[in-house]
């Protein structure tokens, strides 16, 4: 099981940074750059052109890793891994398909946001029953029609029907999904925040046992293809994930939180992506309800920072990534305390 993961993060690592060396270049030649918000911060402007779709790296890593490393647990008949792969896969296309529209128009506006909430809760809700028809989600043995939760750090669970079960897993994901898309505003933020999550849910299969060993594979791959990826998306930036892998990343954060049947987990060991989201939600209400005034200098938060908020320090894009994966580094050791009293 060792040989596996470590081969998973390797191999992953590997593709990811070798087609790197291509897709860069490759992007460049077809003008497949980025288009910079107008209301961002001005020294973004000089990002204008900036390749985007790097997540294309990760995403490749993955699928290579998930059909080498992880065919024998196909062969025993485990097909957590590529379950999950797939629906990450599909909210990457959504994402290729924003990226896309972004590109054929040469604007910062691709999908519409009911084009893109529809499409995700359509694939939500199908993952979902797609867990529960495979018994990666059970039923609860207590009450018919009903389906455990697993509650972190008290180490209980409370059944809850099947049907608020889907409205709420389709929230979450959708939720988780959209607030990782938000963290990408900086140069390797959502990359290095991402990270210590996937090393969490590695983690998690080591000390649980072999029965999760899909699940390690993906997030190991997962670990290594970002950290491939970081050679060029690190400030200053080469590259740019996004949407594309922006999606996929959040729709893999999502997926293994449901997979290990602990979406609640999500609550500490999302912290980051949390504080993201409640920044640009406290901005629009507070701006609604003062009519014009913002609470933040900017949302989200990393760009609050930026621009000096609060302190009056305007923090730099290699600081605010040391600064949001420490935080979510910390928030992995603890959401991993929360969990491992539960076998």
């Not at 730099?316 to 420490?326: A, C, M, N, Q, S």
Request: charged letters at 15%.
């Amino acid at each position: 099981m060792t040989l596996q993961i470590i081969l998973a993060f390797v191999i992953a690592f590997l593709v990811a940074s070798a087609f790197g060396a291509w897709l860069v270049p490759f992007l460049r030649k077809i003008k497949a750059g980025q288009f910079i918000r107008e209301d961002g911060p001005t020294w973004h402007n000089s990002k204008a052109g900036t390749p985007a779709m790097g997540g294309l790296m990760f995403i490749l890593a993955s699928i290579v890793v998930c059909l080498t490393v992880g065919f024998k647990n196909m062969l025993d008949g485990d097909y957590t891994h590529i379950i999950v792969l797939v629906f990450a896969l599909v909210f990457g296309a959504i994402g290729f398909l924003d990226d896309y529209e972004k590109l054929r128009k040469k604007q910062n506006m691709g999908l519409t946001a009911k084009q893109k909430f529809l499409l995700q809760l359509v694939v939500a809700i199908a993952f979902i029953y797609l867990l529960r028809v495979c018994g990666i989600i059970e039923a609860s043995s207590a009450k018919p029609h009903c389906i455990d939760l697993y509650v972190p750090f008290f180490n209980v669970t409370f059944a809850i029907h099947e049907i608020i079960y889907v409205i709420f897993a389709a929230f979450v994901i959708v939720g988780c999904v959209n607030a990782v898309n938000i963290t990408d505003g900086v140069d390797g933020l959502s990359s290095g925040s991402s990270i210590p999550v996937f090393v969490f849910y590695t983690a998690l299969c080591f000390y649980w046992g072999k029965e999760y060993l899909g699940l390690g594979i993906f997030s190991a791959a997962i670990t290594g293809g970002l950290m491939g990826f970081l050679i060029y998306n690190f400030n200053p930036a080469k590259i740019f994930m996004g949407d594309t892998g922006s999606l996929f990343l959040g729709g893999a954060v999502a997926a293994c939180a449901f997979a290990y049947d602990m979406p609640l987990i999500l609550i500490t060991l999302g912290i980051v992506y949390i504080i993201e989201t409640l920044s640009d939600i406290i901005q629009v209400i507070y701006f609604k309800a003062t009519h014009g005034k913002r609470f933040f200098k900017m949302a989200p938060f990393h760009h609050h920072l930026e621009m000096g908020g609060w302190t009056g320090k305007k923090w730099k894009e290699r600081e605010l990534f040391v600064l949001f994966t420490g935080v979510s580094l910390v928030f992995a050791i603890i959401s991993f305390l929360g969990v491992s009293a539960r076998f």
